[in-house]
């Protein structure tokens, strides 16, 4: 049984800012590792991209064990003062941060090639399979657990993609201005050392955003210990039987795997095609402006026209202007700008979002099976999450490889076409599955969001 505790001090700006936190530091782990890990492999370690792309795709074969078994510690973990959830900031975040440095051993440059492959799949597997999965899936329940209204999600959804965009902005505008070398030629090329530093300072800063978040937030909603015993079979029922569990994890995971597509290859479209890296700087500067202007409205849209709806309209102006840059094959890094930042609006309403979203699929599985599985649900979600993200790593680092990039080839005419081309049509054809997914899958409309508030109210009394 759940329920709110009346006792304690109400929802407020202190919940918001300290849910904030908690997705600065995730970011300050995973942007750097979705924008960074690949381009590091490639062209610092020697690593070929199909190879860096076939380990992040089997990484996530683990994850698909590791997200449900975190999910379901998460349901089963004994509730404390603090509460359910939020304890497990403070267990996980030094591992995490430790893991998330061990990613980048530059001073294992010059070892034999299996090492480095070795170290790759190990590294990578410690970080995001066990230290990520373990704070980012309690981190991802607990909204649920600071508040039982649909409005105070939507507001800790819409502060929890500010403080991603925060994450994103220190690495995707700050890192490249820093991390990066011109040869003689004034041709742009990746230091390892210099990332490593950089590294070590977001690890760092993670740890401090977490243990803010840790005392900052409240949980508000007791969310009791789960007993019953568990079984992947029951797990897979409940899956297959959910629709809006299985709509929200397919139109995530398009939306991810465009957004990390356009963050990914911009580490090959600026310094290799347009042979300007401060154009990437300025670029995420201005994406994730947007954002933050967005956030200060989006609230008002979701409860006025319905979060699916409002995803709708993001999957259009995602879609468009990617396949309209695709066919232009423009030049012109002004037009190319333009084409981006409206593709950017689109990625910015459905991030802000999506945490509301899933809160809304939790509260809809628990109208339809009398059950609260927070953790659970959230895992699988985050899973497919992960599933983007090793799509548009590991189907890049094949792309890469089929249109010939190297070291040696990073600046052909032909092999520069090819990641112009990558950039365009990859996300754009997610977006159009996003779509897709939305009107075909996702059953959760604004009328139904609402219905299930009243249920759940009159339920937890």
């Known amino acids: 049984m759940t329920g709110a505790n009346n006792t304690i001090k109400p929802f407020g700006m202190r919940d918001k800012i300290g849910y904030m936190f908690g997705d600065v530091a995730n970011d300050l782990t995973f942007v750097l590792s979705s924008m960074m890990l690949l381009k590091f492999y490639t062209d610092v370690m020697g690593v070929s991209a199909a190879v860096v792309g076939a380990m992040m795709m089997i990484a996530r074969v683990v994850d698909a064990f590791s997200d449900v078994t975190m999910g379901q510690i998460a349901d089963r973990s004994k509730p404390t003062a603090k509460g359910k959830f939020a304890p497990w900031l403070v267990r996980m975040c030094g591992p995490v941060a430790v893991a998330s440095v061990l990613l980048y051993a530059t001073w294992f440059q010059n070892m034999p090639m299996s090492f480095k492959i070795f170290w790759m799949f190990f590294s990578y597997l410690l970080w995001g399979s066990v230290c990520y999965t373990g704070i980012n899936i309690p981190y991802g329940s607990m909204a649920s657990a600071i508040s039982a209204n649909p409005e105070d999600r939507t507001a800790l959804s819409n502060w929890r993609t500010i403080g991603a965009t925060l994450g994103n902005i220190a690495i995707g505008v700050i890192l490249p201005l820093f991390v990066y070398y011109s040869d003689a030629e004034g041709k742009k090329y990746l230091s390892g050392t210099k990332l490593t530093i950089a590294a070590v300072i977001c690890s760092v800063l993670a740890v401090i955003c977490y243990l803010l978040c840790y005392h900052l937030i409240t949980e508000r909603v007791k969310i009791e210990q789960k007993t019953e015993k568990f079984t992947m079979m029951f797990l897979v029922n409940s899956l297959v039987k959910n629709k809006a569990l299985i709509g929200i994890a397919v139109t995530s995971l398009f939306l991810i795997f465009a957004q990390l597509t356009l963050g990914n290859m911009g580490s090959y479209l600026y310094p290799n095609y347009f042979r300007n890296i401060t154009i990437l700087s300025v670029i995420t500067f201005i994406g994730h402006a947007i954002t933050l202007i967005i956030s200060t409205f989006i609230g008002k849209l979701a409860q006025k026209f319905g979060k699916k709806e409002l995803a709708i309209v993001a999957s259009v102006l995602g ?123 996702y059953p959760l409309d604004k009328k139904k969001v609402d219905e299930n508030a009243v249920k759940l109210k009159d339920i937890n009394g």
């Open 319 to 441: 879609a468009v202007p990617m396949l309209i840059a695709f066919l232009l094959h423009t030049t012109n890094v002004w037009v190319w700008m333009v084409c981006y930042c409206i593709t950017w609006i689109g990625v910015s309403i459905f991030i802000l979002i999506c945490w509301a979203m899933i809160t809304d699929v939790i509260d809809d599985t628990q109208v339809k099976t009398g059950k609260r599985s927070d953790g659970t649900v959230y895992s699988i979600y985050s899973f497919c999450r992960k599933l983007g993200q090793t799509l548009s790593s590991g189907l890049i680092g094949a792309l890469l490889s089929m249109v010939g990039y190297s070291t040696a080839t990073a600046f052909d005419q032909p092999v520069v076409d090819g990641i112009y081309n990558i950039t365009c049509l990859a996300p754009g054809v997610a977006f159009v599955l996003m779509f897709l997914s939305l009107v075909f899958l």
